[in-house]
């Protein structure tokens, strides 16, 4: 049996540089073409500063154990800014020792505060003249004369920034430092520098912006949220191959300056006026004589920490589709897709000539350029040309929510080749795949992808278009399954649980945005709040990270503890603000809260949360409140049975809502529940097979109709294509999520102009449903992270074939089936060192073969087998399979 170790990963990244955390923990994959592969046993060596391993630094031994992701490094203490070599091997189930694997590293960045020497500086004075809005640009030149081993520069902002070195700009990392709740929590990025130095005059420069910092931010018209000064800190640490060492650090011997970008917001957009660009600002050769002092501030270091998600980065390009001459006479730019980040543009014009680019989502029914829905939000760019040739631009420290864009004082002809529609998120890895035969299903899966790519930059924001933005945790963690097969989300959400844990209020409570920046609302809400616990118990069940929950669990149980102190009944929660089922469609006109009572909403999810912190508890030993917990969901359910339930067990609430969260979260005794479920099916027939869900019960209605027994109907209600359904919007033209299900009517008018946005992924929950009961690819809470599988793919009359994968901890997953004339196939992938579940519904165990003929039950790779009631169980090694049926 032949194997491989590969795809080593420390803390979920390859090489990482900076990193503060001092056990990282090493994950790996096994690549076998057998089958049945399973790990037995594990060797790791580290080294220190030795590529070659010729001088180990810990041994791990062989440890035997199945386990091959996050293993806690557990040698000598770690160093700060030091790099560590680690390679690893594996035993398996044949008892042979796999070859090393390929070297990988991980770099330590700072580990004690105390390591920043330099201090945070900004803009001294300026002239009366200057455009207070203009964003700063410092720089400094320094010199040394001996051969450069290596360098790293360590940099954060109070404000948004980017830096360079010797005329290049350092890395392709954008919005940095990132969003995180700055008082508390700022983060600095890492970055090799070695090839950028030279030994003669050098002269490294940063450009600052407000970003979220200071800039305006949330749709209360609010500024300076976090602080009133720009600021830059960095450190450059410079190694020479004689072992000495130069470090160089912001202090007051920079200078400052302001240029060509006059106004650079998050929802504004810019202003630049290219006439005012010094060239050649960050070279080492530039007189700045005319530059000013800056001035030195005092502002904690206490709050630094290492880089902890995957950065900002421009992802891809896509080329404009065409140019519109809209009815009223505007040019517009047709992206062809909703996306967001910019234009990058390239002109030739005379000097002092305005061009205005004004970004916006949507054409009006007339077909003319619509940015009602923008609210305050002006997304706009002035570039003013300097003349003299072809000039390009692209914007600084702001990004756009866009399909189109309107152009005015454009000079001469248009030429698409001169527009690049530049596309950024967070640079988080693609995991999942999900195609079928019905196109409009593909469709619905690439508006949620594309949901995903525009709404998770640096945090899981509501829109990326109007004056918000922001971190709504309802959204998020109804969301966070579905992100979390599409793309590798570890980090992502990792850091921002961090930040709500931070933002977390002193009486428990969550406030609806992370970061918090919605300073007259400290109240908290039910089914948002509770991401404080679904979040973390999410992370733990797709990527089986118990760090998270040993992390989150004090915020986890000052929430609960949070929802038992309110009101007279610690059962119950009927009290405070709560947002109900936000948007339901069984509203009251002009409101947007659904019919659902907002007490049983609250009470459900006050029960759900308290019953995931019980097995959380229980998965961490603490064993005290693993009782408590479990004893007061016992004494949840009793009350909401009595509160929310008839004598029969029916509920007294008659919405769909009502009866999805009562259950998905098994609130019912286990006799009523299927009665409950017809209830709800009969609700969405009775409706003409629509759904009224809104925010809250949306993510759970196909899940909860396939448990128990209405996959067919879940599959009709995904497949509706009139108004309300997912389909509605795409027949609409729709190429991303839309916030309302009819954000445009029929008639081609909007919803409305105060909260539509048309690039908002919380509907987009139903792409779990795709992967998990169509596909039919899901993990075991036993063995989280997918260590163990379980595939039960279902096979309703309306798609003919389906394919999909997911890119697991452990290697690929694939779950494909087609309907063929005479029976049907199926194609499955299990990674090794995992195992699978596959449960193959209304199949006699005497019509399956694989493709070899051979019969099934005499199979390799097959662990036991078994058949009731026409569906067949199948446990299988890892392996590729190949089923005809």
């Known amino acids: 049996m032949d194997y491989k170790v590969e795809s080593l990963r420390c803390e979920y990244r390859k090489n990482p540089i900076g990193l503060d955390?001092?056990?990282?923990?090493?994950?790996?994959?096994?690549?076998s073409n057998y089958r049945g592969v399973v790990q037995v046993a594990y060797q790791i060596q580290v080294a220190v500063n030795d590529r070659n391993l010729s001088s180990v630094f810990w041994d791990s031994g062989k440890v035997e154990s199945d386990q091959s992701v996050h293993i806690l490094y557990k040698g000598p203490d770690l160093s700060s800014r030091t790099r560590y070599y680690y390679r690893v091997r594996v035993w398996c189930n044949d008892s042979k020792v796999s070859e090393w694997s390929d070297v990988n590293f991980w770099e330590m960045g700072f580990l004690d505060k105390s390591e920043w020497l330099g201090s945070w500086i900004t803009g001294e004075f300026f002239p009366k003249s200057t455009?207070?809005?203009?964003?700063l640009m410092l720089r400094k030149t320094f010199t040394f004369n001996k051969k450069v081993r290596k360098a790293r520069l360590y940099a954060s902002a109070l404000g948004l920034y980017e830096i360079h070195l010797n005329g290049q700009r350092i890395g392709d990392w954008l919005f940095t430092p990132g969003w995180t709740s700055y008082n508390k929590r700022l983060q600095y990025q890492t970055y090799d520098v070695t090839e950028l130095l030279n030994n003669e005059v050098n002269a490294i420069g940063a450009h600052i912006g407000n970003g979220w910092y200071k800039g305006n931010l949330a749709f209360q018209d609010q500024r300076n949220i976090y602080g009133q000064e720009l600021a830059l800190l960095c450190q450059l640490h410079i190694i020479f191959e004689d072992g000495t060492e130069d470090i160089v650090v912001t202090d007051e011997h920079w200078k400052v300056a302001t240029g060509p970008v006059l106004m650079s917001e998050i929802y504004h957009g810019e202003t630049y006026d290219a006439r005012l660009e010094r060239e050649g600002w960050t070279q080492s050769d530039y007189l700045d004589t005319d530059w000013a002092g800056v001035k030195v501030i005092d502002h904690s270091k206490d709050v630094l920490i290492a880089q902890e998600n995957m950065p900002t980065r421009v992802i891809e390009e896509l080329n404009p589709a065409s140019i519109i001459r809209t009815p009223s006479g505007e040019t517009v730019l047709d992206i062809g897709q909703n996306m967001v980040g910019w234009i990058h543009f390239k002109v030739n014009g005379v000097r002092g000539k305005k061009i205005t680019l004004q970004h916006a989502e949507v054409l009006d029914k007339e077909g003319n350029f619509y940015v009602g829905n923008l609210r305050a939000a002006k997304q706009t760019i002035n570039y003013v040309l300097k003349g003299g040739g072809e000039e390009e631009y692209e914007p600084y420290f702001s990004f756009y929510g866009f399909r189109y864009v309107k152009i005015e004082g454009w000079p001469g002809e248009f030429d698409l080749n001169d527009f690049t529609a530049k596309v950024i998120h967070s640079d988080n890895q693609i995991t999942g795949t999900f195609v079928c035969s019905d196109h409009m299903i593909n469709q619905l899966q690439q508006n949620i992808v594309w949901s995903q790519k525009g709404n998770f930059l640096d945090v899981p924001t509501d829109c990326p278009q109007r004056d918000e933005r922001l971190g709504w945790t309802g959204d998020a963690h109804v969301f966070m399954r579905t992100a979390s097969f599409n793309m590798n989300t570890a980090l992502f959400f990792t850091k921002w649980l961090r930040d709500l844990k931070a933002d977390q209020l002193p009486n428990g409570g969550v406030p609806h945005v992370i970061p918090h920046v919605l300073r007259d609302e400290d109240h908290s809400s039910s089914a948002w709040g509770d991401a404080a616990v679904i979040g973390p118990w999410t992370l733990y069940v797709c990527y089986g990270d118990k760090r998270i929950l040993e992390e989150q669990y004090e915020s986890m149980k000052d929430w609960i503890e949070y929802i038992r102190n309110q009101g007279e009944n610690e059962y119950l929660w009927n009290t405070g603000f709560h947002f109900g089922d936000w948007l339901g469609l069984d509203a009251k006109e002009d409101s947007y809260e659904g019919a659902t009572p907002k007490d049983l909403i609250a009470t459900a999810f006050y029960a759900y949360s308290t019953h995931l912190l019980g097995e959380i508890a229980r998965l961490l030993n603490y064993n005290g409140d693993a009782e408590k917990y479990v004893l007061l969901h016992h004494n949840i359910l009793d009350h909401f049975r009595n509160e929310f339930t008839t004598s029969n067990g029916s509920l007294i609430?008659?919405?769909?809502?009502?009866?999805?969260?009562?259950?998905?979260?098994?609130?019912?005794?286990?006799?009523?529940?299927?009665?409950?479920?017809?209830?709800?099916a009969n609700l969405i027939i009775e409706n003409n097979i629509h759904l009224t869900t809104g925010f809250v019960g949306t993510p759970y209605i196909c899940h909860v109709l396939s448990r128990f027994g209405y996959s067919d109907l879940a599959y009709k209600l995904v497949f509706q294509k009139d108004?309300?359904?997912?389909?509605?919007?795409?027949?609409?033209?729709a190429t991303t999520i839309w916030e309302h299900w009819d954000g445009i009517k029929e008639d081609g008018s909007f919803w409305s102009d105060d909260m539509n946005s048309f690039n908002h992924y919380a509907y987009g929950a139903v792409g779990d449903w795709l992967y998990r009961s169509v596909a039919g690819i899901d993990t075991t809470i036993s063995q989280p992270g997918y260590k163990h599988i379980n595939i039960s793919p279902s096979f309703e009359k309306e798609l003919s074939w389906v394919k999909a994968s997911y890119e697991s901890m452990y290697g690929t997953i694939r779950s494909e089936w087609k309907k063929l004339s005479k029976g049907m196939e199926i194609s499955l992938a299990i990674p090794p060192n995992t195992k699978a579940t596959v449960i193959l519904k209304g199949i006699s165990n005497r019509e399956i073969i694989e493709r070899d003929d051979s019969v099934i039950i005499d199979m390799e790779g097959l662990l036991d087998w078994n058949f009731d009631e026409g569906n067949i169980t199948l446990q299988l090694g890892s392996g590729e399979y190949n089923f005809i049926i």
């Open 21 to 31: 955390v001092k056990r990282p923990r090493i994950s790996w994959k096994i690549s």
């Open 131 to 135: 455009n207070i809005d203009s964003c």
């Open 653 to 680: 609430a008659n919405t769909q809502t009502a009866h999805v969260l009562a259950l998905m979260f098994d609130l019912l005794q286990i006799e009523d529940r299927p009665k409950v479920a017809d209830a709800l």
């Open 723 to 733: 108004y309300p359904s997912w389909l509605y919007s795409i027949n609409k033209g």
